[in-house]
C-alpha cells in the first residue's frame, strides 16, 4: 500500500529492485519439485517481494507451470509456517475479509479479530473490505457482524463498517462541545450514556477526536481511556479502547498488540502473523520503533525467543533487523 500522497512507506518490505515474475516463479517451482521441499528459498524470496510483486508471481506462476502457486504450496507446507506464506500471498483487503469471515463463521466468535481489524482502518479501507467480503464469500459482512454479535458492541461494529468517518478538519468550538458532552455522558453521569460515547468516538474525523481528547483531560483532569476503562465493560470496552488507541496512534497500537500476543505461556501464533503481515508496508518499521521504546527489547528478539522453526525465519525476514 503506497504512502499518502505517494513515496515511501515506514513498512519493513518495498517492492523488489530488478523484479522478474516468471523467473520467481521457476524458482519457487523448482524449490517444490521432487523429493522434499527448499523452505529457505520460498521464504526467502517471498518476504522479499511486495504484495503487488507477489500478485504478478501468481499469475506467472499458472503462465510458465501452469498450476496454481497457492495450491502447490499448500500441498508442500504445514502448520504455521503454511499459514503465513498463504497469507502473504493475499491481497491486503482480501486477507483482512478473510480473517474477519473466519472470525465470525469459526467456533464462536472472535471479538479481538473484529476490534482489530474495523478500529484500525480507513474509510478507503473498510470500503474495500466490504466489497471483497461479499465477493469472496457471498455474504454482506454488515449482516453477519449483526447475526453474531449483540448490544452496544454490535452498534459499534455497525457503525465501523459503514467506513463513514467524517475527514473534516477539527473544530476546536465542537471539541470542547464534545468533550463536555463525553464527559457529561459517563464520569458525570448515574451510569453511562453508551450512545453519546458511541455517536462521539464513531463518527468524528481523527483530528477532532484528537482535539476532543486534548479537551476532555483539560476540562476534566482524567484521560478518555481511563474513563472507558472505568463506565465501559466487555466487548464495548475493548472496543472502544481500540479505536481511540487508533486514534491516537496505530503503530502504538500494534507494537501494545504484539507484545501482548508474545508475552507470558505461549503465543498467539495468528495475531502475531496477522500483524505482522497486515502491517508489513505500511507501518513496521514504526511499529518496531515503539515496541523497543516501550518494552525495552526490540520485536526481532522476542520473536526469536516466542516462535520457532520456518514461522520464526519467515517473520524474522518480515521484520527486516534487529532494531
Keep these: 500500500m503506497a504512502a499518502r500522497g505517494g513515496g515511501r512507506t515506514r513498512g519493513t518490505i518495498h517492492d523488489f529492485p ?41 499469475i506467472g506462476y499458472k503462465t510458465v507451470i501452469g498450476k496454481d502457486l497457492v495450491d502447490d504450496l499448500k500441498s508442500e507446507l504445514s502448520g504455521t509456517f503454511e ?14 475479509a478473510k480473517e474477519l469471515h473466519d472470525a465470525i463463521k469459526g467456533v464462536g466468535t472472535s471479538e479481538d479479530i473484529l476490534v482489530e481489524i474495523l478500529a484500525s482502518r480507513n474509510n478507503d ?15 454482506d459482512l454488515e449482516e453477519d457482524l449483526t447475526s453474531d454479535t449483540s448490544g452496544y458492541f454490535e452498534r459499534v461494529l455497525v457503525s465501523l463498517v459503514q467506513g463513514n ?23 458525570n453521569a448515574w451510569g453511562t450514556d453508551e450512545e453519546r460515547f458511541i455517536s462521539i468516538i464513531c463518527s468524528r474525523s481523527i483530528p477532532h477526536l484528537l482535539a476532543v481528547f486534548d479537551a476532555y483531560k483539560k476540562i476534566n483532569d482524567i484521560d478518555l481511556e481511563d474513563s472507558i476503562a472505568s463506565e465501559c465493560s466487555g466487548n464495548l470496552q475493548v472496543v472502544m479502547l481500540a479505536i481511540v488507541k487508533c486514534v491516537k496512534n496505530i503503530p502504538a497500537y500494534f507494537a501494545e498488540k504484539l ?22 508496508e505500511i507501518d513496521l518499521a514504526d511499529i518496531k520503533a515503539i515496541y523497543k521504546a516501550k518494552y525495552d527489547e526490540s520485536l526481532h528478539s522476542t520473536i ?16 527486516a533487523g534487529d532494531d
Design 83 to 96: 499459514s503465513l506464506i498463504v497469507a502473504l500471498l493475499l491481497p491486503p483487503h482480501r486477507y483482512d
Design 18 to 58: 530488478g523484479f522478474d515474475a516468471n523467473q520467481d516463479a521457476e524458482i519457487l517451482h523448482k524449490a517444490m519439485k521432487g523429493f522434499g521441499t527448499d523452505e529457505d528459498i520460498i521464504l526467502d524470496l517471498l518476504t522479499q517481494r511486495s504484495n503487488a510483486q507477489r500478485q504478478d508471481i501468481i
Design 304 to 319: 526469536v525467543g516466542d516462535t520457532g522453526g520456518d514461522f520464526k525465519d519467515a517473520l524474522l525476514k518480515i521484520c
Design 259 to 280: 507484545y501482548n500476543s508474545m508475552k507470558g505461556a505461549g503465543t498467539d501464533d495468528e495475531t502475531l502473523m496477522r500483524i505482522m503481515v497486515s502491517r508489513s
Design 165 to 187: 468517518r467524517s475527514e473534516a478538519e477539527a473544530d476546536p468550538s465542537q471539541a470542547e462541545e464534545d468533550a463536555k458532552a463525553l464527559y457529561e455522558a459517563g464520569e
Design 125 to 139: 479501507e473498510i470500503h474495500r473490505i466490504v466489497e471483497v467480503y461479499k465477493e469472496d464469500f457471498e455474504s
